[in-house]
């Protein structure tokens, strides 16, 4: 069996590959279940959807997002970036491209108890990993990961109301919406430093993997 196309890894997938295995020299779990994915999505020609409320969010204020950071950061006027890249061994589309030496990612909290107030470090270990690959790409050598906690928008606050036992729209919907709140509860700014070894690290995982899908590729 012939596939067209060489394993790489998008970036905002790259913590799936980077689990270590238990047993020296194996790939972990995860990255062969990550791996086993891709090739049955190359073999069949099909995609698996993934969605959920909270990337539903993420994806329907993405613009606003970028708009509300625009006025907070002293930073000029924030645009979504469209440009995709591609290397040897990842490809991704950043979300912000400040200039050449400053990438900005911006996720969306669903709601004010998810909002990481008082992190302070990521936590997401998939997110450090993914801005890694960004950098890799872009050349960059800073990146901000920034949270931001945005009014939801309200076909998703009505679709919530429906399985809630709240019995008042109006009192349900304030929960979900953050104007009145200051801009510092709003934005939360992680700086993730550039680190080449982990780079190197992603590239030598996504070898591993090339050679897991000849495998594959044989045992079928």
């Known amino acids: 069996m012939m596939i067209n196309e060489i394993f790489k890894i998008r970036c905002s997938a790259i913590?799936?590959?980077?689990?270590?295995?238990?047993?020296?020299?194996e790939l972990s779990k995860t990255t062969q279940s990550y791996v086993q994915l891709w090739l049955k999505e190359k073999i069949y020609a099909?995609?698996?959807?993934i969605q959920s409320k909270y990337m539903d969010k993420g994806n329907m204020v993405e613009d606003a997002s970028i708009e509300y950071l625009s006025g907070l950061l002293g930073l000029g006027e924030l645009k979504k970036n469209e440009s995709f890249f591609q290397g040897e061994y990842?490809?991704?589309?950043?979300?912000v491209i400040v200039n050449p030496d400053l990438l900005i990612d911006v996720k969306?909290?669903?709601?004010?108890?998810?909002?990481p107030l008082f992190d302070t470090e990521v936590s997401n270990k998939d997110y450090y990993w993914q801005a890694q690959g960004y950098m890799n790409l872009t050349g960059a050598k800073n990146y901000k990961l920034i949270y931001?906690?945005?009014?939801?928008?309200?076909e998703l606050v009505e679709k919530e109301f429906?399985?809630?036992?709240?019995?008042?729209?109006?009192?349900f919907e304030m929960d979900y919406n953050y104007e009145?709140?200051?801009?510092?509860?709003?934005?939360?700014?992680f700086d993730i430093e550039r680190n080449d070894e982990d780079i190197e690290?992603?590239?030598?995982?996504v070898i591993e993997c090339r050679e897991y899908v000849d495998q594959l590729i044989e045992a079928i």
Do not use: H
């Open 108 to 115: 969306n909290s669903w709601d004010f108890s998810t909002f």
């Open 46 to 49: 099909r995609r698996k959807m």
């Open 148 to 154: 931001t906690l945005m009014n939801t928008p309200p």
């Open 162 to 171: 429906r399985y809630s036992p709240a019995q008042d729209y109006d009192l």
């Open 90 to 95: 990842m490809t991704g589309t950043p979300d």
């Open 201 to 205: 690290a992603i590239k030598g995982r």
């Open 15 to 25: 913590g799936n590959i980077m689990t270590n295995s238990r047993k020296k020299g």
């Open 180 to 189: 009145n709140v200051e801009d510092k509860c709003r934005v939360k700014v």
